[in-house]
């Protein structure tokens, strides 16, 4: 079975600096996807950013990067000039890429506050 | 168009009471998903449907009665629940075979509240 650990039950960050939120997994698969989603307080889970493992480029999308280190089981998000709309929990979770209702499987979440 | 969409948005119903959260989707997903989120804790699955078929069902007590009649609405029926049960419910949808990627796309959730 997989698992996924998120070790940081809550971090701040000043706005417009730069925080890294961490995530490892272990699985024995070689194949699986890896993803970011944010869920603000207003509670609509987002989906962030995904990592196909297969892909050693790490993902980007705007302000948001993941570290992606497959061989560690390692899967960080860094998000840059942070913003106080980023105010929220963050859930890594992690999915077989044998069928494609594999279902998620959740780290316990990240709460992260942006401070003005 | 990501939409899910989720109905009611808050539901207070009574241990006694009969109640359906509805969800739909409009992106040709073949795979719907229900989920239970407790406050500060990740979502916890309780049923997959893949092509109206249900494929995975966690175990989930029989008061609990999921329904997909088409392939972009996924109904949960509710009876003689628990206040333990009280908790937001999350509906998520994705692609299946032949898709390029298969993240899930969530609703905003109903906050069901058993009095």
């Known amino acids: 079975a997989q698992t996924v650990t998120q070790s940081q039950p809550e971090m701040s960050v000043q706005e417009a600096e730069t925080v890294t939120l961490s995530c490892t997994y272990d699985?024995?698969?070689?194949?699986?996807?890896l993803f970011w989603y944010k869920q603000p307080p207003s509670r609509q889970m987002i989906l962030v950013i995904r990592?196909?493992?297969?892909?050693?480029q790490n993902a980007t999308e705007n302000r948001f990067s993941v570290n992606f280190q497959k061989a560690a089981k390692s899967f960080s998000l860094k998000i840059s000039d942070s913003q106080l709309g980023d105010t929220a929990m963050y859930f890594c979770a992690f999915m077989n890429q044998r069928m494609g209702n594999t279902p998620l499987v959740f780290g316990k979440g990240t709460r992260l506050s942006v401070i003005a | 168009d990501t939409e899910v969409t989720q109905t009611p948005k808050h539901l207070v119903m009574g241990m006694t009471n009969k109640k359906s959260l509805k969800c739909e989707q409009h992106?040709?997903?073949?795979?719907m998903y229900w989920y239970k989120q407790k406050a500060k804790k990740p979502p916890e699955l309780m049923f997959v449907y893949s092509y109206e078929k249900l494929s995975i069902n966690e175990s989930v007590p029989s008061r609990f009665s999921p329904e997909c009649p088409n392939s972009s609405l996924l109904n949960l029926h509710l009876h003689a629940l628990q206040p333990e049960d009280s908790a937001l419910y999350l509906c998520?949808?994705?692609?299946?075979?032949?898709?390029?990627?298969?993240?899930?796309?969530f609703g905003p959730g109903t906050r069901l509240t058993v009095t």
């Open positions: 992106m040709g997903h073949r795979a």
């Open positions: 699985t024995s698969e070689n194949n699986y996807y």
């Open positions: 990592q196909e493992a297969y892909k050693q």
């Open positions: 998520a949808s994705s692609q299946t075979r032949g898709g390029s990627s298969y993240e899930q796309y």
